[in-house]
């Protein structure tokens, strides 16, 4: 980017064009966020990126400097305080100050003391001193003494809306009466499901795009959830987007039908994303329960313990059998078992355009489901078994017209890497489409030089998934 700018070219762009281009820069080098949560205490350091920028000339310079000055950072650290207050000493910089960005535990009140006339939003990430000096709100001074890693806050005159929340459970009652305003919350720790959902079925959150739940160690003993019953709570989620839900401790399917179901008013997800234990995910699956309309879904059994064949078996079929997912786009499932699924059938999700498979298999089993999904376009299998038994591959004609990447891993790469690639070699040679194969990079370097001549493959581009993720 900065050798481009730098071309004598960029001296002759338009204004219109400068600025979008220099806007975009900001977007996706400099501004980064974790969902939605300003958390990367190198923000500082990404904000030097901006100078060969505006060292082009006055134009790139007239459209840079808002940007390089529109947030005020300030981080807190066993050794002192770091903070780019000093950009703002000259005259006039102080206008444009969007957003105050405080990094582990700085005292936001001594810093709005100095006064920023155009500010629009705080962040406080790990600590809340001084919090409750912002323009007289009620709700700031509650936060300052709950469970809060995260916040972000959106100014307007004398009012102070939090739009961007991350907090433990025991602030539930705090989120019950900020809702209207919040844009993403995030709650973690949470002991109580009861009380978990009675403040979801009792607030309004007109403007929540994303809500991450994330509950408290399930193990036996650990705490008392109570009579969890389902909800209906009409309206709630009108303008949800994203849904993640860790280790619900109760029947998950309560939990998603009170907040992405119909009744919460909650249209279709663009992400819905369900995590937990063993047990807990293969009932999911099993119970064909209908899940929340999303573009995509994550299913994921958390562990590094490897459950028994059959239930690895059990857990895939049962998913891919879900009618609920018919419409779905992206689909990812996670379920660690001892030894590699060697049967898949009755594939009902027959639209989906990208399938994450983080499940041991076999060769043969991903052929059997691109002959069911004619639509798939995205394949990845990260656990592809090795044995020489299972790396044998039917002869046929053509698996999948449409499938354009795939990304392979291996289960076991002590087989060796000529009777690997072979059957790699097969494999791919019966998708017509494939532009793009992902390989591990010892095994992409073998495949690359076996392919030699061959005129199907010679186009196809091999990497290695240090270059490209799927």
């Known amino acids: 980017m900065v050798g481009l700018v730098l071309h004598p070219f960029a001296r002759a762009l338009p204004c219109d064009v400068v600025n979008l281009i220099v806007r975009a820069f900001y977007t996706y080098h400099v501004a980064l966020t974790v969902r939605g949560f300003p958390t990367d205490p190198r923000f500082g350091l990404r904000l030097r990126r901006l100078v060969p920028l505006a060292s082009v000339d006055s134009q790139w310079r007239h459209a840079v400097l808002p940007l390089l000055y529109r947030t005020l950072v300030c981080e807190e650290y066993a050794g002192g305080r770091r903070s780019n207050l000093g950009l703002f000493a000259a005259k006039g910089r102080r206008r444009w100050v969007r957003h105050l960005l405080v990094l582990g ?17 705080m962040s406080v990430v790990g600590g809340f001193a001084g919090v409750e000096f912002m323009r007289e709100s009620v709700d700031l001074q509650a936060l300052s003494r709950v469970n809060a890693p995260c916040v972000s806050m959106r100014l307007m005159n004398s009012h102070c809306a939090i739009t961007h929340l991350w907090v433990g459970g025991d602030a539930l009652p705090l989120v019950r009466r900020i809702a209207r305003d919040l844009v993403s919350l995030r709650v973690g720790d949470i002991a109580d499901g009861v009380e978990l959902l009675a403040v979801l079925g009792d607030a309004h959150f007109q403007a929540l795009e994303a809500l991450t739940l994330e509950f408290r160690d399930a193990s036996p003993g650990s705490h008392v959830v109570g009579d969890v019953r389902p909800l209906a709570v009409p309206g709630c989620f009108p303008a949800l987007r994203a849904l993640v839900v860790r280790h619900c401790p109760f029947d998950v399917r309560v939990c998603l039908a ?10 279709r997800l663009g992400r819905l994303e369900v995590y937990g234990s063993r047990a807990d995910v293969l009932a999911l699956a ?52 001892s030894r590699p699924v060697a049967f898949v ?27 069911q999904m004619p639509r798939l376009q995205r394949l990845c299998l990260p656990y592809v078994a090795t044995e020489a038994t299972m790396l044998s591959v039917r002869k046929g004609g053509v698996l999948s017209k449409s499938l354009q990447l795939l990304s392979m891993g291996f289960w076991d790469c002590r087989q060796d890497l000529r009777a690997l690639s072979l059957a790699v070699i097969a494999f791919v040679g019966r998708l017509p489409e494939l532009r793009t194969l992902v390989h591990d990079s010892h095994v992409a370097a073998a495949v690359r030089r076996m392919i030699g001549g061959n005129d199907q493959l010679r186009n196809l581009v091999i990497t290695d998934h240090t270059k490209l993720s799927f």
């Open 286 to 337: 099993e119970s064909r329960a209908v899940l929340p309309p999303a573009r995509s879904v994550v299913v994921a059994c958390v562990g590094v313990a490897r459950a028994p064949v059959d239930q690895a078996e059990r857990f895939v079929a049962a998913a891919l059998s879900n009618r609920s997912l018919f419409s779905v786009g992206s689909l990812s499932l996670t379920f660690i078992g």
């Open 105 to 121: 535990g700085g005292n936001a009140g001594e810093l709005l003391s100095v006064g920023w006339p155009g500010l629009e939003q």
């Open 345 to 371: 059938e009755g594939v009902a999700c027959v639209g989906l355009r990208a399938l994450e498979l983080r499940v041991p298999l076999r060769l043969d089993v991903a052929e059997r489901l691109l002959e």
């Open 258 to 267: 009170a907040i992405g179901g119909a009744s919460a008013g909650c249209g």
